[in-house]
């Protein structure tokens, strides 16, 4: 098992940066992909980005792509998400999650941290 904790999350103005922290505990593998999610008020929750542990490889939504950077630390054992450029519509409760390959679902999910970005 794998135990999820955020952190970071907050209120900024539009345009402002945040950084959100997860930081993982419990069985992991090298080839785990951990992820951020995101479900704004009234809408279904969705991908944001996710990050191979191996390796580093990551991949974006294209609504943060350019914006926002997914990151992990190994001696750590900590996924990051820099959010810079803040706007209105990124105002959501952010979820780290983590499944053990690229082939399976999302089965370890964090508390979620709720980041709102004022106008």
């Known amino acids: 098992q794998v135990q999820l904790v955020e952190s970071g999350g907050g209120l900024v103005q539009a345009g402002g940066s945040l950084r959100l922290s997860c930081a993982a505990s419990?069985?992991?593998?090298?080839?785990?992909?951990m992820g951020w999610f995101r479900r704004a008020p009234g809408k279904e929750r969705e991908f944001v980005a996710h990050?191979?542990?191996?390796?580093?490889?990551?991949y974006y939504a294209d609504s943060v792509k350019g914006r926002f950077t997914i990151s992990r630390d190994n001696t750590k054992n900590t996924l990051y998400l820099q959010m810079n450029s803040l706007k209105p519509e990124d105002t959501a409760v952010y979820y780290c999650?983590?499944?053990?390959?690229?082939?399976?679902?999302?089965?370890?999910w964090g508390q979620g941290t709720q980041v709102t970005v004022s106008s």
């Open positions: 999650a983590a499944k053990p390959n690229i082939y399976t679902d999302y089965n370890y």
């Open positions: 990050i191979i542990w191996s390796g580093g490889r990551t």
């Open positions: 419990g069985r992991t593998f090298s080839n785990y992909v």
